[in-house]
């Protein structure tokens, strides 16, 4: 009896992905490497039955992105029974178009001499240009609905698949409001010398996906009262066709990619940056959002944003109250400390609005920068220093508790349904535990923040300038719950930052 195991293939090993440019005499490759993830395409073991010696080549043409398959092997399973090899180009034609599949000759005599490919280029608005180690870079921004765009992402969003744990392609067959609904950013190469006289200039980097959210805010309205309950009337808009452009939305950021052999150079950054830049000038948008990223693109946003906020004036506004009444922060049962008389509540709202950031997100950027105020000292030395709460002699001391009180505060009042469940010691040791966990991980951004200061350090901008954050067990009080409770769905991540699948990832 044959030992099926002979037959059987790692897919993540056997796929070869390539993206390709005319060279002398034939097509060459810029770029090769292997997908990450191949369950959501065969099966959950990621493997491929029924070859031996098996190689799939997946091309792309580096600047309109023209797929090709190309399936070889040594030997074939002969079927028996119910038992067959696996048919992989039926497989992949779910998520390529068919001219992916042609004869490998037309591809490469396509690539090697198509002379429109000199003018092409990438759809859209260019928004940005850059220069890094030497070579330059643009980011053009287009919507789903120009053909341009939609043929390319048609050709490459299997990557999303490759790439994102738990990532999904965008339904291109979609109904027309949806559609326009998306806006799609892309990051290309562009040379300056092309290896041919026909070569177009520009070979793909990266791109990611945005998708505009209806905006409804009830604040705006006087609110309703008992002698006035809330109108149940509607006033239907005027006939004339609407655009989701001109209407106010959340600009939620969905896929975001890098390629391998581009990661690590800083191309994430540019992305983000560029993208954070077009909603926050855009009239409609009134808040970025991310759908639920994973722990690499956390620290990217953090370190953009962080930035952002510190280069625009916006934290230095910020100020934490270290001289309240020592009566306030007393062990007596009642006493409770405002978080308003700790922060000026009032004034962070205007600043997160006009940053048009998140509330979980701008949440969190405040609290590192508050932190990243108190001498390291004070930091390092923990629980230690604050017997005497808020009656610190230390205004670092006293900084330090404040900041503490600060976010247990929050985290309680996002878990308090949770821990009501406990007693109270329970909920204290909890509550200390969270916290204890949220300044690692702060020291861990603050590290990463200075070491993003120099170019080496921007090499490791998608981890922390190098260093790993190691994957911690979930805790009963959860610092990263959705506190948005829901809504649209565009805030699916916005909260949860420790345990999730992947959708935005690949950065750097």
Request: overall charge neutral; aromatic content about 10%; hydrophobic content about 30%.
């Amino acid at each position: 009896m044959t030992d099926q195991g002979e037959w059987s293939s790692d897919a993540n090993q056997v796929i070869e992905i390539s993206f390709v440019q005319p060279g002398a005499g034939a097509p060459k490759p810029l770029s090769t490497f292997h997908p990450k993830y191949t369950f959501q395409i065969f099966d959950e073991e990621e493997r491929i039955f029924g070859y031996q010696g098996l190689r799939v080549h997946l091309r792309f043409a580096a600047h309109d992105l023209q797929p090709n398959v190309e399936v070889s092997y040594d030997k074939k399973f002969g079927a028996v029974g119910g038992t067959k090899a696996m048919d992989i180009e039926d497989t992949l034609r779910e998520f390529l178009p068919s001219y992916a599949f042609d004869k490998i000759a037309s591809f490469n005599t396509r690539v090697q001499d198509d002379i429109s490919a000199k003018d092409f280029k990438p759809p859209g608005e260019l928004i940005k240009s850059y220069t890094s180690r030497g070579r330059n870079f643009e980011i053009w921004c287009g919507e789903l609905t120009d053909p341009a765009v939609r043929r390319l992402i048609e050709r490459i969003q299997i990557l999303i698949l490759f790439f994102i744990d738990g990532g999904s392609m965008l339904a291109l067959d979609d109904q027309e409001w949806t559609i326009k609904r998306w806006r799609v950013f892309f990051i290309y190469e562009k040379l300056t010398n092309p290896p041919t006289p026909i070569a177009s200039p520009y070979s793909i980097v990266g791109y990611s996906t945005s998708y505009r959210f209806l905006s409804y805010s009830p604040s705006a309205l006087s609110p309703p009262s008992k002698s006035r309950p809330p109108s149940q009337t509607f006033t239907l808009p005027s006939p004339q066709s609407i655009s989701p452009a001109s209407l106010p939305s959340r600009d939620r950021i969905s896929q975001f990619l890098i390629l391998p052999p581009h990661q690590s150079h800083s191309h994430g950054t540019h992305l983000y940056t560029a993208m954070y830049n077009t909603f926050h000038d855009s009239t409609t948008c009134t808040e970025i959002t991310v759908e639920d990223p994973n722990e690499a693109f956390d620290d990217l946003r953090d370190y953009c944003d962080y930035t952002c906020l510190l280069a625009n004036g916006t934290f230095s506004q910020i100020k934490l109250n270290t001289s309240l009444s020592p009566t306030m922060t007393s062990k007596r049962i009642g006493v409770r400390v405002p978080t308003e008389s700790i922060l000026d509540l009032p004034l962070l709202e205007s600043l997160r609005q006009q940053n048009k950031i998140a509330p979980r997100q701008f949440s969190r950027l405040v609290e590192l920068y508050l932190f990243s105020t108190i001498p390291i000292h004070n930091r390092q030395a923990g629980m230690s220093r604050l017997t005497q709460r808020g009656k610190a002699s230390d205004e670092g001391d006293r900084a330090y508790y404040y900041w503490r009180l600060l976010v247990k505060q929050r985290v309680y009042k996002k878990n308090k349904d949770l821990l009501l469940q406990f007693d109270k010691a329970e909920r204290i040791d909890k509550l200390e535990e969270t916290v204890g966990s949220l300044v690692g991980d702060y020291e861990r951004l603050l590290r990463g923040l200075e070491a993003r200061k120099t170019p080496k350090g921007e090499e490791g901008a998608a981890n922390g300038g190098g260093e790993r954050r190691e994957r911690r067990k979930r805790k009963v009080v959860d610092e990263n719950e959705d506190e948005d409770g829901g809504g649209d769905g565009d805030e699916d991540g916005e909260g949860q930052r420790e345990v999730k699948r992947s959708k935005s990832s690949g950065v750097s």
